[in-house]
């Protein structure tokens, strides 16, 4: 009998700690969706879909202030390390979905300028760099859904694809753009929305090691390696 309010109190706190997985999950899902989106509304050309998705992007950012709350009221019940590993993670993990729903905002907000220009051949390889990065913010959702460090590590190693595929894009748009002075205008949106795409790989990447810091703590990830060389152009 004396163990009936105990009991209670670590069920509600599980309880709570699966509804704040829960919703953790619905935000990256919806920012995912966003990306997908945005992706599609650059290939169709439509400037009122962008919109949308310019506008969808504050559902994100009161989902992360939502999800922000409701981490510090379960940090405020006595958890363990193990608990407080996860509360930490959490915190860092939903900031970074804010960001990967910002950058497919921007992604659709660019695409609006883009089109007041004739279509770019070049244009399709953004979508070739966007299927990895959605690749990416879906495994890395599903690992933190299974709390699972080793399919953590996969995406953060899968990271160098994604970068070097962006230098790819990168070197053609430039190349381009020398070529045809015409493009200099629609080829800049697309070195911008190719570096989002960038960007939210490195977010998945964060992602990833807060799952590894999650589950394992202190231990050690292997260095990652890096292929993004847009950095060191002369």
Not at 18 to 32: F, P
Not at 209 to 228: H, Q, S, T, Y
Request: charged share 30%.
């Amino acid at each position: 009998m004396n163990n009936q309010p105990n009991d209670h109190i670590v069920r509600s706190h599980d309880e709570e700690r699966q509804r704040l997985i829960g919703e953790i999950l619905r935000m990256g899902e919806l920012a995912v969706a966003q990306l997908e989106a945005a992706l599609d509304v650059v290939e169709r050309r439509d400037d009122r879909a962008a919109g949308h998705i310019v506008a969808n992007d504050e559902a994100i950012d009161q989902l992360e202030q939502e999800v922000s709350h409701d981490v510090m009221k379960l940090s405020l019940r006595g958890p363990l390390a193990r608990d407080l590993r996860e509360i930490l993670a959490a915190l860092r993990i939903v900031s970074d979905i804010e960001r990967i729903g910002d950058y497919a905002a921007n992604i659709a907000k660019r695409s609006i300028a883009l089109n007041q220009a004739p279509a770019l051949p070049v244009a399709g390889g953004l979508r070739h760099v966007g299927t990895l990065a959605v690749r990416q913010v879906r495994d890395v959702l599903e690992a933190y859904r299974n709390h699972d460090s080793e399919a953590a590590q996969q995406v953060r190693d899968r990271d160098a694809a994604l970068d070097a595929e962006y230098t790819r894009l990168f070197r053609e748009l430039l190349t381009y753009m020398m070529e045809d002075a015409r493009a200099i205008t629609g080829c800049t949106h697309l070195l911008f929305m190719a570096k989002n795409l960038e960007r939210i790989g490195d977010h998945a990447t964060n992602i990833a090691e807060n799952i590894w810091f999650m589950v394992r703590g202190e231990d050690n990830l292997p260095p990652r390696e890096k292929a993004d060389e847009t950095n060191t152009q002369a």
